[in-house]
């Protein structure tokens, strides 16, 4: 049976999976939507009658084809690696069926919405709040952009555009204090203006208890101990009292508004009092209802009698009297379900048995009860999902059905206090709650689990307890008020004007592209693992806190710095910042297995061959683990040590070698099979012969650092003190004397010694790279090394080969290539700088023999790389290539503001993926396309895996590089190249070359005015014969200029003659020609109206 089962093996071909073979037909191995109930259970019964109850990949086949089931060769052998975890090559039951309900748990939608951050991730904005006593109430005076509901679903949708952070676009904070003080403050707590609310007859101060802004007619009401209701406005920043209504039955306690944005219904102020009543003012806002403003007005008084006679026209009350026996906490009146929602606490709980009617929701006549213990505090309202939070003394936080209130249908409990507010985010399904010791508990709406606890504020406000809060629902800001102003961002919307969104919390350190699963595994330095679907932009897994350790018993999460397939694609290797090595299946997030290299030793990069595991790091060793069923957890093996510095990168090539570079510019190259080094190089001086020397026993030291920067320290420290030391000398040589200059031999020396220092400079290796379908001669360049000089060296991995030639990479100061890959068959290089550039370089006939080169067809690249296409300027770009022919750039630009930490090529579609420090994982097309970047709300471009990207206009360029793009960058990311006209473009004549500008300048300006402009009938005055001189009196400090100026006498204004044809019209009467009788009286008069002309 072994053998039988080794010969299934060799049927399943490695290449299968890390060549990516283009397949024509598209058929996603996604068994869980073709089987029905009876066929699993068919299968069941196959895997349970075999004498192994294990199924090898033919027998497997066999059984789908029964089920009429085809697949391809190579599709089915993907099917089967996918399915067989324990790498076997063994299939059992548990293994086939827990296949089934991963492919059902990547249909999820939940897993789309799970939030990589804390709701709370941000640090508060605290502000002085300038009152002279502690805040006692704060409300939101919105603006009119805020046109949506508060449970509004589309919210979202409606605020994609940017919240500016101006009182016009976000609305104003209102804060008030007992004393009647009265601020205005903008969405970033920066003051506006100030206000006073006083009684107009009382002579004693005021004590004001609740503030309400009227947003939709500009109007703020204050209630105070004075059983007054105060309305003022607020229009054109003014804060101006219009109306008092006197004498209330009782003060009232608490304010509630709701208005529909687009005045549909009528507005309504709930007032809820001492008394345990509640009152409702009704009014329409069309022209701003009885707040308009009359001539003669300025301020009107009424008593609440009058109010109830309607002497207070266009203002209507509706009353609910002793609708609680305790004094009101809360009142809310919901427009959608026309109900009014009132909350009351209930102290005395022996009286009620501990059923206590915390909450009231009127709707007309009826009215429905919520029993609490010691009843409400505080509610919530989610008019969308029907959904009522309410909490109170008793510390527990309750999730009501409104339309249910015999039982709630979820409680939550974590709180020591009472709670004192309560908000809801129906959009991200979450519930915040704040107790009385200023603990806020962040809940998950539907699951009812715990997500945050935020104790800030115990430290900014630690010796206040009565505080105020108020959430503002657009901007997402929860503003607490006392003798501070504090602002915490709960939950904060991605601004797509900026940004299209992120893929990590935390920069991205490693991208790799998964071609059996064909899917894109992320990992970042925030310690998670995401697992995508390129193809659609789904988020199937992620997997949080993958690396961590504890520090003073709290779980401290370590970044990941490296990670790699197995050779079949089947598994995860990460490596971490603490020296820990975890191999995942990361289908179904397990843990298979724990390594280590060294205690807080970095790993900066892993290998996984065939039966072996290889990783590097900090340790300036290569430490290698078995990978052979059996012998796993035995103790690894430690590679000769070499290296005198820190390893920053490595790379193998299959059956070949390995190679490993330091942060001093060190590489050796190693065998493969043996792990035993043979050749050693110098990237300073590349050219020269080093001996493999082992490093001595006295040069290791345990603990001797634990950072990476150290070792480089010491030859900064030893060249400054070399200088300082030839300058010295220098000084006891020469006289001091400015007038000395150097001779041409001093000069020669200055040059050597500058020239000796550069050689001495370590160089760090940024990145290595093999070519791995180049072959293992000394003539091929096989290798590519990157340096932080922004330069590119080129190897032979040949035993005789070495150093060949070197380019530069990068086209600023400063800026260096920190990533490197290449497509199947190494024609194109794909390189990823510091500064957050993307090139691609052709090298097919790089570094290769003479004989070997292929003809470049230029016009095909042309049409595949727009960088290509010449311009009338040179940019910079191609100015630093202009003098390096080989190897050809393609393209260039600025994918990321930050670092490209990782780039991957996929062959078959030709996506470029890149990850950045910006924590975001982009998608490129071959020419330069932006196709997404993985996590953004934004609608996706949909991909296939068998199918190339279509190079064309239709995809456009990520916001926060349209900011800062360059011309060359515009152009290639767009596709679109503005200016056509080559540089060294000449007309045939300049007849010609005329007749084209004046064609582009009728066509963009329009077609010029014909000569004489002004016409053939003026002409320009003349200048005046007489020259005229203005003396300006300088003697005195100033200048009168009015003095000096001519000021012509005003004259009688003569009226001219009147001409005899007006004269004449004007004594006509047009009656005579419809009245003839008219006319013959009328006629008499004319003659004499003639002869009077006459005299």
């Known amino acids: 049976m072994s053998s039988q089962n080794d010969s299934f093996i060799e049927d399943i071909d490695y290449q299968t999976v890390s060549t990516g073979h283009s397949i024509s037909i598209e058929r996603p191995e996604r068994l869980h939507e073709w089987l029905k109930a009876e066929d699993i259970e068919y299968i069941r019964h196959k895997f349970i ?41 063994l299939c059992d039951w548990n293994e086939f069926i827990s ?168 507005s309504r102020l709930v007032l809820g009092d001492f008394g345990g009543n509640v ?10 209802g009885p707040f308009q403003s009359k001539p003669g007005a300025a301020l009107i008084e009424v008593f609440w009698t009058d109010v109830l006679r309607g002497k207070l026209s266009l203002i209507t009350v509706r009353e609910y009297p002793n609708i609680h026996s305790e004094l009101i906490q809360e009142v809310y009146f919901s427009i959608r379900m026309n109900s009014l929602f009132v909350a009351a606490e209930y102290r005395n709980a022996k009286k009620y048995r501990g059923r206590c009617p915390g909450l009231i929701i009127a709707c007309g006549e009826d009215r429905t009860q919520f029993r609490i213990p010691m009843g409400v505090t505080c509610f919530s309202v989610a008019e969308k999902n029907h959904i009522v939070v309410t909490g109170g003394p008793d510390t527990f936080v309750r999730i009501w059905d409104v339309y249910i209130s015999s039982k709630p249908s979820g409680i939550l409990t974590g709180h020591n206090g009472g709670i004192v507010y309560i908000f809801v985010q129906s959009e991200e399904k979450k519930v915040y709650s704040v ?160 390594m280590s290299i060294k205690p807080e030793h970095e790993v900066t990069a892993v290998i996984w061959v065939v039966e072996r595991i290889l990783a590097v790091g900090w340790d300036q060793q290569v430490t290698e683990f078995n990978d052979v069923e059996g012998r796993e957890y035995g103790d690894p093996k430690k590679w000769t040590q070499y290296h005198n510095d820190d390893i920053t990168c490595a790379d193998v090539k299959l059956g070949e070698g390995v190679l490993t570079a330091t942060y001093s510019g060190e590489l050796i190259f190693w065998k493969l099979e043996t792990g035993q080094p043979y050749r050693r190089y110098s990237v300073s001086d590349p050219t020269r012969f080093i001996d493999l020397n082992k490093r001595r026993e006295s040069e290791e030291s345990p603990g001797r650092r634990t950072s990476q920067h150290l070792s480089i320290s010491h030859f900064v420290r030893k060249s400054i003190s070399d200088s300082i030391h030839r300058l010295e000398y220098e000084l006891q040589k020469k006289a001091t004397s400015f007038d000395m200059t150097f001779s041409e031999v001093e000069m020669r020396e200055e040059h050597e010694f500058t020239q000796a220092h550069r050689s001495r400079r370590p160089v760090s290796v940024q990145a290595v790279l093999f070519l791995q379908t180049r072959p293992m001669t000394k003539e091929h360049g096989s290798v590519f090394v990157s340096l932080d000089s922004g330069v590119i060296q080129v190897y032979s991995h040949h035993q005789r080969g070495g150093y060949i030639k070197e380019f ?10 920190l990533t490197m890959c290449t497509d199947r068959k190494d024609r194109y290089l794909f390189t990823g700088t510091a500064f957050g550039y993307i090139k691609i370089w052709h090298i097919t006939n790089y570094c290769i023999p003479e004989s070997e080169k292929q003809n470049i067809c230029m016009p095909l690249l042309r049409l595949q790389f727009i960088f290509l296409r010449k311009e009338r300027l040179l940019t910079r770009a ?56 993985l996590g953004t709300p934004l609608p996706w471009i949909k991909l296939s895996p068998f199918e190339t990207v279509e190079e064309d206009n239709r995809y456009r360029m990520p916001p926060d590089i349209k900011k800062v793009a360059s011309s060359t960058t515009m152009k290639v990311i767009s596709g679109v190249q503005e200016d056509k006209l080559p540089k060294g473009y000449e007309s045939k004549s300049g007849e010609l070359e005329e007749t084209v500008e004046v064609e582009a300048s009728a ?60 004269r004449r019209i004007a004594n006509e009467d047009y009656m005579e020609f419809y009245d003839p009788k008219k006319k013959s009286v009328g006629a008499p008069a004319k003659k004499r109206g003639s002869r009077g002309d006459g005299k």
């Not at 996929?906 to 996506?911: D, L």
């Not at 000021?1047 to 005899?1060: F, G, K, L, N």
């Open 808 to 817: 530069k990479s990068s086209h600023r100061s400063g800026d260096c290539v």
């Open 435 to 594: 107790d009385y010791h200023k603990i806020i508990k962040v809940w998950h709406l539907t699951e009812y689990t715990l997500l945050q606890t935020f104790g800030d504020l115990v430290r900014l406000l630690a010796s206040e307890t009565d505080l105020c809060y108020k959430y503002h629902p657009l901007s997402r800001d929860l503003l607490v008020g006392g003798r501070k102003l504090i602002s915490i961002k709960c939950c904060a919307r991605i601004r797509v004007d900026l940004t299209d969104g992120n893929t990590h919390a935390a920069p991205v350190s490693v991208v790799l592209y998964n071609s059996l699963f064909r899917n894109v595994v992320t990992c970042g330095l925030d310690s998670f693992i995401i697992v995508w679907d390129p193809w659609t932009g789904r988020r199937k897994i992620i997997m949080k806190s993958c690396h961590t350790k504890m520090v003073y018993g709290e779980t401290i999460d370590i970044e990941i710095t490296a990670a790699c397939f197995d050779p079949l694609e089947q598994f995860l290797l990460t490596g971490a910042r603490d020296g820990s090595l975890k191999i995942w299946n990361y289908n179904n997030a397990v843990c298979m297995r724990n």
């Open 878 to 933: 191609k100015r630093a290539v202009k003098y390096q022919p080989e190897p050809m750039l393609l393209s260039s630009y600025k994918g990321h503001l930050k670092a490209v930490n990782s780039i991957v090529f996929i062959n078959t579609p030709k996506i470029l993926l890149t990850g950045s420090h910006d924590c975001s994982c982009r998608l490129w097309s071959l020419g330069g396309r932006y196709l997404g970047t």
């Open 279 to 288: 009152r409702i003012l009704e009014f329409t806002p069309f022209l701003r």
């Open 99 to 266: 296949y089934l309900i991963f492919g059902f748990q990547e249909d999820d939608p939940s897993t789309q919405k799970e939030a990589l951050i804390l709701p709370i991730s941000t640090a508060p904005l605290v502000k002085k709040s300038e009152h002279r006593s502690a805040i006692c109430a704060v409300s939101l005076l919105r603006s009119h952009v805020e046109d949506v509901d508060d449970e509004d679903e589309d919210v979202g949708k409606e605020m994609n555009v940017a919240l500016e952070d101006s009182p016009e676009a976000c609305g104003m904070w209102i804060t008030a204090s007992r004393e009647g003080q009265i601020r205005f403050w903008s969405n970033t707590l920066e003051p506006l203006r100030t206000g006073t609310s006083e009684s107009t007859h009382l002579k004693m101060p005021t004590w004001i208890l609740a503030v309400q802004a009227l947003s939709d007619v500009s109007i703020v009401c204050t209630s105070s101990t004075e059983r007054e209701l105060r309305f003022h406005e607020t229009v054109a920043s003014t804060f101006t009292l219009r109306i008092v209504i006197r004498s209330l039955p009782y003060a009232v306690c608490c304010l509630g508004y709701s208005f529909n944005p687009k005045g549909k219904t009528k």
């Open 49 to 89: 009658s075999h004498p192994m109850q294990k199924l090898n990949i033919k027998e497997l086949r066999e059984v789908f084809d029964q089920l009429n089931i085809k697949f391809t060769d190579i599709e089915y052998n993907r099917l089967f690696l996918k399915i067989n975890q324990n790498r076997d090559f």
């Open 1003 to 1062: 066509r963009m300006y329009g077609k010029p005015l014909k000569e004489p402009i002004l016409g053939k009938h003026f002409e320009l005055p003349g200048k005046s014969a007489l020259e005229q001189r203005i003396e300006l009196d300088t003697t005195l400090s100033y200048i009168p200029v009015f003095t000096h100026l001519k000021i012509h006498e005003a004259q009688d204004i003569e009226r001219p003659a009147t001409p005899p044809a007006i």
